[in-house]
Nanobody
């Protein structure tokens, strides 16, 4: 089991920046991949970025160049740097961890979410 806690969400004007944090605890050695998702009312949860233990990152084309994911292995904290924010980025952002290093049944953990609001 992995416990994830997000923070850093806020209200910001278009063009602004935010950095979200996700602190992981518990079976952190089991984590194979961590990622950020977001969800707006009426929309499906959307994958924003992933970070693998090997150091590879992934972003959808729509966010590439604006968002950057990173992880501090010393304190089990993952970050999402968000730049040039747009109103369409408004959503609840969730931290996710896949536990493939210990489990073969695709177990995953989710944080509680942090609200990001981009408006004038």
């Amino acid at each position: 089991q992995v416990h994830l806690v997000e923070s850093g969400g806020a209200s910001v004007q278009p063009g602004g920046s935010l950095r979200l944090s996700c602190v992981a605890s518990g079976e952190t050695d089991c984590i194979s991949t961590m990622g950020w998702y977001r969800q707006s009312p009426g929309k499906q949860r959307e994958l924003v970025a992933t970070f693998t233990i090997g150091g590879s990152t992934w972003y959808p084309n729509s966010l590439k160049g604006r968002f950057a994911i990173s992880r501090d292995d010393n304190n089990n904290t993952m970050y999402l740097q968000m730049n040039s924010l747009e109103p369409e980025d408004t959503a609840v952002y969730y931290c996710n961890a896949a536990l493939a290093l210990c489990y073969s049944d695709y177990q995953a953990s989710w944080g509680q979410g942090t609200q990001v609001t981009v408006s004038t």
